[in-house]
Structure formats: structure tokens, C-alpha cells
T-cell receptor, first 112, second 111 residues
């Protein structure tokens, strides 16, 4: 089974802090994604990566950056956390373009 | 950019009732279509997918979906729901690695 692991289930951070969300997948997938999930809005794509050191902006990249130094790991960085970034963050991976995505358990981030 | 619309935000059914959840997308080209489910406290998992071929696809747990190209729709159905189907359901469209999700439909099945 594909396993996508997010480093934390719950995080509480203060406004202005730099926040790192880590995601690791164990199936040698090329593509990795970061989404945020908010009630009534579904999943919105923040960034995705189709190869090591490659990244593409999604719908809502402002306030976020990403890092993919190794194929299995995709990190989401909140440069200066704000309260409007309180949300559930989901990481996903897929083998090739246009195929199904496999999701992690999610990280519920609260910024106070 | 393509978009995905799910018509119902919250659906409440009794056990054994039939289910149909609507999904429409905006892009007119060739897309791959998915339904994902998120059970309470669990991660999103794939219910079923359509890439090509027979427009009626069957997924896990008795779910099926029909792709109607002329209507840009990919509706999810189940003839008889169970209490354990209580979850949130997301329709998704993937084109060239651009995976877009609908807002989700929360299904509550009363025992």
C-alpha cells in the first residue's frame, strides 16, 4: 500500500512564526501536492511538484513556499504564519500525471 | 482554469435509500475524473475513477458513477446506502497534473 505520512496531526503556532509541514511518501511517486481543506471550499491546491527541485504554483500559493530536495519528501513552508492560514493541510502523491492521488492524514494547523 | 461543482453541500438519508451526488466540471477537453471519500477522522481515499472506455464505472463499497460527456457530469450513485457510508464525498478532475476538487458533499445516513 502507498503510504503518505505527514509529520504532525495537530500544530498550534503563533502569528509571525515560520512553520514547516513535512510530507514523506514511500512509493517512489513522481508527483507530490499540497492542498488546504476548508469547510465549504473543498480542497484548494497550494503547490505541486512533478520532480525533485521542481515546483508549480497552484490556486493559492500566496504566503506559502515549498521545498523538494529528495523525491520522497515535500515540505510546505509558511514564511510568516497568519490567522487566516488556520486550516487542514493535506499532502498527496501520485505516480504519473493524471492518475489518482494518495493522501496523508492531514495536519490541522491553528495559528493564534 | 477548470472548475468542479458539487450541487449538494449536505445530504441526509435514511438507511436503504438511494443516493445520487451531482458533479459537473467546466473543462471541455479530455479529463480524468475521480470520486474520493473521507470518513470521519480518516484520510481521503479513492472511491472510483474514470479515464476512458465504459462511461459507467464501478468502485468500492457498491458505488458507481456515470460519465456523461455532453453534460460535463460525473454523478456518483449507490442504490442502497448504509450507516457506514456517512462521510464527505469529493469529486475531482485531473488534467495535465492540475487536480481540482469540488467543495465536497457531506452525507449523513440515519440508522
Amino acid at each position: 500500500d502507498v503510504k503518505v505520512t505527514q509529520s504532525s496531526r495537530y500544530l498550534v503556532k503563533r502569528t509571525g512564526e515560520k512553520v514547516f509541514l513535512e510530507c514523506v511518501q514511500d512509493m517512489d511517486h513522481e508527483n507530490m501536492f499540497w492542498y488546504r481543506q476548508d469547510p465549504g471550499l473543498g480542497l484548494r491546491l497550494i503547490y505541486f511538484s512533478y520532480d525533485v527541485k521542481m515546483k508549480e504554483k497552484g490556486d493559492i500559493p500566496e504566503g506559502y513556499s515549498v521545498s523538494r530536495e529528495k523525491k520522497e519528501r515535500f515540505s510546505l513552508i509558511l514564511e510568516s504564519a497568519s490567522t487566516n492560514q488556520t486550516s487542514m493541510y493535506l499532502c498527496a502523491s501520485s505516480l504519473v500525471p493524471d492518475t489518482e492521488a494518495f493522501f496523508g492524514q492531514g495536519t490541522r494547523l491553528t495559528v493564534v | 482554469a477548470q472548475s468542479v461543482s458539487q450541487h449538494n453541500h449536505h445530504v441526509i438519508l435514511s438507511e436503504a435509500a438511494s443516493l445520487e451526488l451531482g458533479c459537473n466540471y467546466s473543462y471541455g477537453g479530455t479529463v480524468n475524473l475521480f470520486w474520493y471519500v473521507q470518513y470521519p477522522g480518516q484520510h481521503l481515499q479513492l472511491l472510483l475513477k474514470y479515464f476512458s472506455g465504459d462511461p459507467l464505472v464501478k468502485g468500492i463499497k457498491g458505488f458507481e458513477a456515470e460519465f456523461i460527456k455532453s453534460k460535463f457530469s460525473f454523478n456518483l450513485r449507490k442504490p442502497s446506502v448504509q450507516w457506514s457510508d456517512t462521510a464527505e464525498y469529493f469529486c475531482a478532475v485531473n488534467l495535465n497534473n492540475d487536480m481540482r476538487f469540488g467543495a465536497g458533499t457531506r452525507l449523513t445516513v440515519k440508522p
